[in-house]
């Protein structure tokens, strides 16, 4: 601070602190409905402040679903949302971090070519293209699959850019070692490139499953059997029926459900998730 | 930049890089052609047959009152999110950054925000404005004001823009805190020395030096408003009522899966298309003057 100025250093608090408070309020009001019983919800104006009904609210969701217009429990969905998360990160990794080593330390005839290929699809996200994609997926059978969710998704030119970048900032003395050891090219990937890879990939792993998880217009698109749909997918939906069929309580607790993994993975991993957006975006 | 050590293996080589280009090929390159594809073809409804009609599809969509009424729709609507998304959270940031000591507890409770998908965001706005149980409309109706997104078109627009810059607040946050972490503190101490005050300084000094990150942020968020926000507008107001919400994204979703218009969305995906390389190119000779800073 350059200069003690109380009165403005009070304000600044009070600023942010407002800001907190007026973002943090539509995930309070979802707590609180959440924690209501159906009655109570439907009397305006609603309470403020957690009723008794938090876990008989949760039980429902979990074991039962919302009942009305799906059967598929909340658990079920929970579990989709996890495998195409974990699957869009860990393969988003994997096929990355592989294509940019051979781009990184390979010489190879249409290298060029392949970098540029990978770099053009930086440019069109999946929302630009999705009905020819849809057909394509469709023609392959892999709708109604895991496969259908989550391998479209995981060509992605940010991770491939991320490790070269990172890997055009390993010392060439470390491949020069590993060369004169006599080490084969995957032996050094293994041994020395990847464990130093960690913080990039734990930074990557966080943005990438948030992503993932949070994916809504792709599983939209390719799931019509209701044992694939995702959470997010499946609390849009309670809500677009909710005026007819008004449980509040339950499609709150279900948003809380399905707000809640990405939210703690943000909040437990902040330094990792702060270094993945910076690092995504040079 | 390159490596100056290599290895050299014939084989190895393409099977690592393998992967990544077969699934770009098959679910980028593809579908991309055939959007091109399917723009200059009219399928009839029974699908199979297909005619070749040049540039028909782009024809009547430039001569679509509904498809202009979109464009416009969707620039309005991106320049809202933007701009208002930017100011609220350089406001925050700047504050934030007074108060630095505070700034790593404040920063946890402005972060999470990104992590709720946007089609959560959406369902949790329309609940506290939803017309017959929402608290927030219930307030605004105790001032007088009758606030009904659903039936109301300017509503349902700015609703969307909250939910949408909401979601996206964190993001900007982040950046601009970075930013201005990164502005040399001597600066900002010769500029008190020389008797500039705390609006002066921020205005002549950090504001200036901030416009690299909120240059960069501008496009981003433009990016984020025409493509991101769909999840945004299926949750709250599917595109309606009327056409108020039916943003350029919503259009090709509606038009293609819903419409069956497979020509007509391939012509907007296409200009779609074309729009986000733009912005790309524009973004990244940004990035390039972004080093030198």
New interface residues.
């Given amino acids: 601070?350059?200069?003690n100025?109380p009165f403005?250093?009070l304000?600044?608090?009070l600023?942010?602190l407002l800001?907190?408070v007026v973002?943090?309020?539509?995930?309070w009001?979802?707590f609180v409905?959440s924690t209501h019983s159906q009655q109570t919800?439907?009397q305006?104006?609603?309470p403020?402040l957690p009723g008794p009904h938090l876990i008989e609210n949760y039980t429902k969701v979990l074991t039962e679903g919302y009942g009305r217009v799906g059967s598929t429990s909340v658990t079920l969905t929970l579990t989709n949302s996890l495998v195409m998360a974990l699957g869009v990160a860990i393969g988003k990794i994997?096929?990355?971090i592989?294509?940019a080593?051979?781009?990184?330390?390979?010489?190879?005839p249409g290298?060029m070519y392949?970098f540029w290929?990978?770099f053009?699809?930086?440019?069109?996200?999946v929302?630009?293209?999705?009905?020819?994609?849809?057909?394509?997926?469709a023609n392959?059978g892999m709708l109604d699959t895991y496969g259908g969710l989550i391998?479209?998704l995981?060509?992605s030119a940010t991770a491939?850019f991320l490790f070269r970048q990172f890997?055009?900032s390993v010392p060439?003395e470390l491949?020069?070692a590993a060369?004169v050891d006599g080490a084969s090219?995957?032996r050094?990937f293994w041994d020395i490139l990847l464990p130093m890879s960690r913080t990039s990939i734990a930074a990557l792993f966080v943005i990438q499953f948030?992503y993932g998880?949070?994916?809504?217009?792709w599983p939209?698109?390719i799931t019509t059997k209701e044992s694939y749909y995702t959470v997010?997918?499946a609390?849009?939906r309670q809500?677009?029926v909710v005026?007819s069929v008004?449980s509040?309580n339950l499609?709150?607790a279900m948003?809380m459900l399905?707000?809640l993994p990405?939210?703690l993975?943000?909040?437990f991993m902040?330094r990792q998730?702060?270094r993945g957006?910076?690092e995504t975006?040079? | 930049?390159e490596?100056?050590?290599?290895?050299?293996?014939?084989w190895?080589?393409?099977l690592?890089?393998g992967?990544?280009?077969i699934?770009?090929?098959?679910?980028?390159?593809?579908?991309?052609g055939?959007?091109i594809y399917?723009s200059v073809l009219i399928e009839d409804a029974f699908g199979g047959n297909s005619k070749f009609v040049y540039v028909d599809n782009f024809i009547r969509l430039f001569s679509d009152a509904s498809y202009y009424a979109s464009a416009r729709l969707t620039v309005v609507f991106s320049f809202l999110v933007a701009a208002i998304g930017l100011a609220?959270s350089l406001?925050?940031a700047v504050?934030?950054d007074?108060?630095?000591r505070?700034a790593t507890g404040?920063?946890?409770?402005?972060?999470?925000?990104?992590?709720?998908?946007?089609?959560?965001?959406?369902?949790?706005?329309?609940?506290?404005f939803n017309p017959?149980?929402g608290?927030v409309a219930?307030m605004l109706q105790g001032i007088g004001i009758e606030f009904n997104y659903v039936i109301n078109g300017n509503q349902a627009l700015l609703l969307v823009v909250i939910a949408a810059v909401?979601n996206q607040?964190s993001?900007n946050f982040?950046?601009f805190l970075?930013g201005l972490q990164s502005i040399p503190?001597s600066l900002?101490?010769a500029a008190?020395i020389d008797g500039a005050g705390?609006g002066r300084?921020f205005w002549d000094i950090i504001f200036p030096l901030l416009s690299p990150v909120g240059f960069?942020l501008l496009v981003?968020n433009i990016i984020y408003a025409f493509?991101?926000t769909?999840?945004v507008v299926?949750?709250l107001t599917?595109g309606g009522p009327g056409h108020a919400t039916n943003i350029l994204?919503y259009k090709?979703?509606n038009d293609?899966?819903r419409g069956q218009d497979?020509g007509g969305?391939?012509a907007q995906?296409v200009i779609?298309?074309l729009v986000?390389?733009l912005l790309?190119v524009v973004q990244f000779r940004f990035?390039e003057r972004r080093v030198h800073y």
């Fill in positions: 601070m350059v200069e100025r403005l250093t304000l600044s608090h600023v942010v800001g907190v973002i943090a309020f539509p995930v009001m979802t409905a919800m439907l305006s104006p609603i403020l994997a096929i990355s592989i294509s080593f051979a781009i990184v330390y390979f010489r190879f290298r392949f290929a990978i053009i699809t930086l440019m069109l996200p929302e630009v293209r999705i009905v020819p994609t849809y057909g394509v997926v392959l391998i479209p995981i060509a491939t890997f055009l060439d491949t020069e060369r090219p995957m050094f948030i998880w949070n994916q809504y217009l939209l698109l997010v997918m609390v849009t809500a677009n005026d008004p509040w499609l709150m948003a399905a707000m990405p939210v993975v943000v909040v902040q998730f702060v957006l910076v975006e040079k | 930049m490596k100056r050590v290599t290895f050299n293996e014939r190895l080589p393409y690592l890089v992967p990544q280009i699934i770009t090929l098959v679910f980028f390159f593809w579908p991309s055939q959007a399917q609220l406001l925050l504050m934030a007074r108060v630095i505070g404040y920063k946890a409770f402005l972060v999470w925000p990104y992590a709720v998908a946007p089609a959560v965001a959406g369902v949790l706005w329309g609940f506290l017959s149980v608290i219930w909401w607040i993001y982040l950046f970075a503190k900002i101490e008190a705390p300084r960069f981003v493509f991101g769909f999840g299926d949750a599917k994204v090709v979703y293609g899966f497979l969305s391939s995906s779609l298309m986000v390389v790309t990035i």
